[in-house]
C-alpha cells in the first residue's frame, strides 16, 4: 500500500502562488506515475498535472498549462506542483495521485492523498 500526504495549501490572493508538496511511502515510488487532480465544491474531480514515472514528461490540463509546474525528486519520494499566477476559480481541493498508467483519467491512479485545500480570493 502506498499512503500519499501532502501539503502546502493555503489562502492566496489572486496572481499568487503556492508550492504543493506530497510524500509518498509504503512503495516503491518510481513504480508510480504521479498526478495532481483538484475537486471543487458541487464539481466533479478534475485531472490537473501528471508527471512519468522517472520525471521525464509532463502533461497539464489546459487550465493549469503556462502556470503550474509539476515535478518530482524521487530520491525523496516527493511530488511537488508549483502554481503561479493563481485565479479564483483555482479555488479547489488538491490531491495527490500515484498509478501505474500515466493518464488524466483518475480511474487510472490507484492511490490518494487526503487532498490539501487551495483558496485564491479575488
Known amino acids: 500500500q502506498v499512503k500519499l500526504v501532502e501539503s502546502g495549501g493555503g489562502l492566496v490572493q489572486a496572481g499568487g502562488s503556492l508550492r504543493l508538496s506530497c510524500v509518498a511511502s509504503?512503495?516503491?515510488?518510481?513504480?508510480?506515475?504521479m498526478g495532481w487532480f483538484r475537486q471543487a465544491p458541487g464539481k466533479e474531480r478534475a485531472f490537473v498535472a501528471a508527471?512519468?514515472?522517472?520525471?521525464?514528461?509532463?502533461y497539464y490540463s489546459t487550465s493549469a498549462k503556462g502556470r503550474f509546474t509539476i515535478s518530482r525528486d524521487n530520491a525523496k519520494n516527493m511530488v511537488y506542483l508549483q502554481m503561479n499566477s493563481l485565479k479564483p476559480e483555482d479555488t479547489a481541493v488538491y490531491y495527490c495521485?500515484?498509478?501505474?498508467?500515466?493518464?488524466?483519467?483518475?480511474?487510472?491512479?490507484?492511490?490518494w492523498g487526503q487532498g490539501t485545500q487551495v483558496t485564491v480570493s479575488s
Open positions: 495521485a500515484a498509478g501505474s498508467a500515466y493518464n488524466s483519467d483518475p480511474w487510472a491512479y490507484d492511490y
Open positions: 508527471i512519468t514515472w522517472m520525471g521525464a514528461s509532463t
Open positions: 509504503g512503495g516503491t515510488f518510481t513504480d508510480y506515475a
